[in-house]
């Protein structure tokens, strides 16, 4: 048996055990310590953002954006439907309503016009409007952000950026999950970057990223004893995982690098197949291109594909199952145009570790002509 080709695994960068050592040296291994600061930096310098919150995961992160922000029980939420589950999962979290918005043909992200559309009516018949909009940067590629910012800033909807699988992409030079009130990464183990587990709350407002600050910790207020004047959560980041952060920032660029490498690799060799397209990035974008994605000729499943390279070790993915087609959300409301449900049914994550060499891009390319041409 061929050894195994994930679909997106870690490749850590020589230094991550380094900054282990010195939390274990130091013996600050609980949330907090130098390497949980030393990330923090690290984030707001790459990104720009004014301050930062290192956290257990992306999805502890839009929960305590929501919370921050004053959406409580009852408040209406948008997000993308063609998305992670972690995205959108904290919305019931609060018992708040989701409301799902398709993607555009242009980036595969939340469709602009359409949210446009939703928010222009409800203003014209008097209706009351969402309190936030979570927007997903969907497989590392920018959504259409300048004009969703734009129509959220003239409606006054809050908008929060699901940066989880787009650290380093920008959009017109300035970095996604800083065009928003509050953004979001994700250091999951098969992000771009991974603390095996993690993320990170990131915003320009000092008022809001210091009250998610303090509900990470349990919302102990100042006092000798423990004092709580409101709940919290046990989400703040360990000095442990901080540490493999700051290892991995010092070669996210040369990730980002191969990772748009391997894109290349794949699509110069299966572009002028007849049916088959690649997601697509805006003009003035810049994606990482996390991972390889791929619209499938109609004649071939998604599901078939990923059996047949399942046969050969090798791990793939179908598209996201858009939110408002899971049985969670049977009954909720969007805005839809059908495409997020084209892209699952066609799609497919081919693999995108920045740790494949060109020869795995080879044969997992000659696997899938050779199933195109058999069917």
Request: charged fraction near 20%; hydrophobic fraction near 35%.
């Amino acid at each position: 048996m061929n050894q195994r080709i994930f679909l997106s695994p870690p490749h850590m960068g020589g230094n991550e055990l380094t900054y282990i050592h010195e939390a274990f040296e130091s013996n600050y291994i609980a949330p907090l310590g130098h390497n949980v600061d030393a990330f923090e930096a690290q984030i707001k310098a790459y990104t720009g953002a004014k301050y930062a919150l290192a956290v257990t995961s992306g999805t502890a992160a839009i929960h305590l954006a929501l919370r921050v922000l004053g959406i409580k029980e009852g408040d209406e939420v948008m997000a993308s439907t063609f998305t992670f589950i972690g995205s959108v999962v904290p919305i019931l979290y609060e018992r708040c309503t989701p409301f799902f918005i398709d993607s555009d043909t242009a980036s595969w992200n939340l469709d602009p016009n359409l949210l446009e559309e939703e928010l222009s009516q409800r203003a014209s018949q008097g209706k009351k409007q969402p309190k936030a909009l979570i927007v997903t940067h969907l497989y590392g590629q920018c959504a259409d952000i300048k004009r969703l910012s734009a129509i959220c800033e003239h409606y006054g909807v809050y908008l929060i950026e699901d940066a989880a699988e787009s650290l380093g992409a920008g959009f017109e030079g300035k970095q996604t999950g800083t065009f928003g009130k509050m953004g979001i990464y994700s250091f999951n183990g098969n992000k771009i970057i991974t603390t095996s587990g993690g993320g990170m709350l990131v915003s320009d407002d000092e008022t809001l990223i210091a009250h998610a600050r303090h509900l990470s910790t349990q919302a102990r207020d100042n006092a000798p004893h423990y004092e709580h004047t409101e709940y919290g959560y046990n989400y703040r980041m360990s000095n442990i995982i901080a540490g493999i952060g700051r290892g991995q920032m010092e070669v996210l660029s040369e990730r980002i690098e191969r990772r748009r490498e391997i894109f290349d690799l794949y699509h110069k060799a299966l572009c002028e197949i007849e049916g088959i397209s690649f997601m697509p990035e805006l003009e003035g974008s810049i994606g990482n291109r996390w991972l390889t994605t791929l619209l499938l000729p109609q004649h071939i499943s998604p599901e078939s594909l990923r059996l047949t390279l399942e046969a050969e070790n090798i791990e793939s993915r179908p598209l996201w199952k858009p939110m408002h087609a899971q049985p969670l959300f049977q009954g909720a409301q969007g805005r839809l145009n059908g495409l997020s449900d084209t892209l699952f049914k066609r799609g497919i994550c081919l693999p995108s570790g920045s740790s494949l060499t060109d020869n795995d891009v080879e044969r997992i390319v000659s696997l899938v002509k050779q199933a195109i041409e058999r069917n």
